[in-house]
């Protein structure tokens, strides 16, 4: 099992940029595909964008395309989301979680997933 910590979240002024880390401990990283999921005041979490387990093929919500790239160093043990043109609709907590497979994080409701960590608090002030 891999065990998550998000980090990187911080305030941000309408237009600006964010990178989020996602550290995982274990050694099989690798084989684990990755999504970031967020949770907006007074809505459910919903899944931003994934990256696959081997292929390093990546997914993006329709709202976050063009702007928020999904990255994974697995010497680093870490999965990045980097966000740019952050708009206040993006204030979330973001967190991430994996599984064997990516589409089991594409397809699952996020109620579906057992296990979150703390998450990291994005805020964009406009």
């Known amino acids: 099992q891999v065990h998550l910590v998000e980090s990187g979240g911080g305030v941000v002024q309408a237009g600006g940029s964010l990178r989020l880390s996602c550290t995982a401990s274990?050694?099989?990283?690798?084989?684990?595909?990755v999504g970031w999921f967020r949770r907006s005041p007074g809505k459910e979490r919903e899944l931003v964008a994934t990256?696959?387990?081997?292929?390093?093929?990546?997914h993006y919500q329709n709202s976050v395309k063009g702007r928020f790239t999904i990255s994974r160093d697995n010497a680093k043990n870490t999965v990045y989301l980097h966000m740019t043109s952050l708009k206040p609709e993006d204030t979330a907590v973001y967190y991430c979680?994996?599984?064997?497979?990516?589409?089991?994080?594409?397809?699952?409701?996020?109620?579906?997933?057992?296990?979150w960590g703390q998450g990291t608090q994005v805020t964009v002030s406009s």
């Open positions: 274990g050694r099989t990283f690798s084989q684990y595909a």
């Open positions: 990256i696959a387990e081997s292929s390093n093929t990546t």
């Open positions: 979680n994996s599984h064997f497979s990516v589409n089991v994080l594409l397809f699952r409701p996020p109620t579906a997933f057992d296990h």
